[in-house]
């Protein structure tokens, strides 16, 4: 079995099955259309088959990854419950901080739980973009700001995208294992998977931000795909548990009514390609296709962009 710590064996397309002349297609409609990709990386049955870097973007450069970085918190809440400093998905959110205050509560935020907050499902008040993000990011306390917010449905009961909610999970993970978020991750994620470069934006307490704001090299990003794609198997050691891997990419809930996918925990799932996401904005992404043993990898600067057309026409027909 191929694992990437040190680096991407690569490969020819046509050594892994994938057709040459179609992929050189794909990038002639990037140029063509003008679209702002800064890399594309495809992998199949664990080789690097495809790799380009646009302008000034190469093969080391770090690249924001928007809301992907929850999707690696999410993997960190999986750890975190393997190995017992958070006995399920169930527990009540309001129970992870003791030393909180917190306003407007009521019965739905008690019952407000990890799972909740995971789906996109939390129950909070929260209309997602850059004022509310601006505002949290200008608050003395990003925890008890979220903390605070009203509910406006019941929890559990509909979508909506919160990258406000995500904070929370980082910072259970301080409350639960009592540690850094990112020393955590260090030891548990980015270290087995060889990832070594990592830049991550912290609130004023140091806790890492859970909606956003992890840097990695596109080839970096593309190790969380694998380690999903292998079941959470790393080098003969289970890095997250078979059974997070398995629920985590689950639909729990359809998302919105103008797109054909759905959200489990923090990641977002694919039924056109039997597939799943993380995915940030400007079209950053780590999709997995595990019928396929495929991992596509970009980054980009293209606004309220959906680049799975393009996967579905040049890609995945091939295989």
Same mark, same amino acid.
């Given at each position: 079995?191929?694992y990437? $710590? $040190?680096?991407?064996?690569?490969?020819s397309?046509g050594?892994?099955?994938?057709?040459?002349? !179609?992929?050189?297609?794909?990038q002639?409609?990037i140029e063509?259309?003008?679209?702002d990709?800064?890399?594309?990386?495809?992998?199949r049955?664990?080789?690097?088959?495809?790799?380009?870097?646009?302008g000034a973007?190469?093969?080391? =450069?770090?690249h924001?990854?928007y809301?992907?970085?929850?999707?690696?918190?999410?993997?960190l809440?999986?750890i *975190?419950l393997?190995? /017992? +400093?958070?006995?399920?998905?169930g527990?009540?959110?309001? /129970?992870f901080?003791p030393g +909180? =205050?917190? *306003?407007y509560?009521?019965g739905? !935020?008690?019952?407000?739980t990890?799972e909740d907050?995971l789906t996109m499902?939390s129950?909070l008040?929260?209309?997602e973009?850059? #004022?509310?993000?601006?505002e949290m990011r200008q608050s003395e306390?990003?925890v008890?700001?979220?903390l605070?917010?009203?509910m406006?449905?019941?929890?559990g009961?509909?979508?909506?995208?919160?990258?406000?909610?995500s904070?929370?999970?980082t *910072?259970?993970?301080?409350q639960?294992?009592g540690?850094? #978020?990112?020393?955590?991750?260090?030891? +548990? %994620?980015f270290k087995p998977l @060889?990832?070594?470069? &990592?830049?991550?934006?912290a609130? *004023?307490?140091?806790? #890492?931000a859970?909606?956003?704001g992890?840097?990695?090299?596109?080839s970096?990003m593309?190790?969380?795909?694998?380690?999903?794609?292998?079941?959470?198997?790393?080098?003969g050691k289970q890095?997250?548990? @078979?059974?997070?891997?398995?629920r985590?990419t689950?639909r +729990?809930t !359809? =998302?919105?009514?103008?797109?054909?996918?759905?959200y489990g925990?923090?990641w977002? $799932?694919?039924?056109?390609l039997?597939?799943y996401? &993380?995915l940030?904005?400007?079209?950053q992404?780590i999709?997995?296709?595990?019928e396929?043993? %495929?991992?596509?990898v970009? =980054?980009?600067?293209i606004?309220?962009?959906?680049?799975i057309p393009l996967?579905e026409?040049?890609?995945? #027909?091939?295989i």
């Amino acid at each position: 079995m191929i694992y990437p $710590t $040190t680096g991407w064996p690569t490969s020819s397309p046509g050594g892994q099955g994938l057709d040459a002349h !179609k992929l050189a297609q794909l990038q002639a409609v990037i140029e063509e259309q003008g679209l702002d990709f800064h890399s594309f990386l495809i992998i199949r049955n664990g080789y690097l088959v495809s790799e380009k870097y646009y302008g000034a973007y190469q093969q080391d =450069t770090r690249h924001d990854l928007y809301s992907v970085t929850k999707s690696f918190v999410s993997t960190l809440i999986g750890i *975190a419950l393997d190995k /017992g +400093y958070i006995d399920r998905t169930g527990q009540r959110i309001v /129970g992870f901080f003791p030393g +909180y =205050t917190f *306003a407007y509560l009521n019965g739905q !935020k008690e019952a407000m739980t990890v799972e909740d907050v995971l789906t996109m499902r939390s129950g909070l008040g929260w209309d997602e973009g850059d #004022p509310i993000l601006d505002e949290m990011r200008q608050s003395e306390d990003w925890v008890q700001y979220m903390l605070d917010k009203p509910m406006v449905s019941s929890p559990g009961s509909q979508f909506s995208y919160n990258s406000g909610s995500s904070h929370l999970l980082t *910072a259970i993970l301080q409350q639960a294992t009592g540690r850094n #978020p990112r020393d955590f991750a260090e030891e +548990y %994620l980015f270290k087995p998977l @060889g990832i070594s470069d &990592a830049v991550w934006e912290a609130d *004023a307490s140091g806790i #890492p931000a859970g909606g956003w704001g992890l840097q990695l090299a596109p080839s970096e990003m593309a190790k969380l795909g694998y380690l999903y794609l292998r079941n959470g198997q790393w080098e003969g050691k289970q890095v997250v548990s @078979g059974q997070w891997v398995k629920r985590a990419t689950q639909r +729990y809930t !359809k =998302t919105y009514d103008d797109m054909d996918l759905g959200y489990g925990y923090q990641w977002w $799932t694919v039924p056109s390609l039997s597939a799943y996401m &993380a995915l940030g904005r400007y079209h950053q992404m780590i999709m997995v296709i595990p019928e396929a043993d %495929l991992v596509v990898v970009t =980054t980009a600067g293209i606004e309220n962009y959906d680049g799975i057309p393009l996967i579905e026409r040049f890609i995945v #027909p091939e295989i």
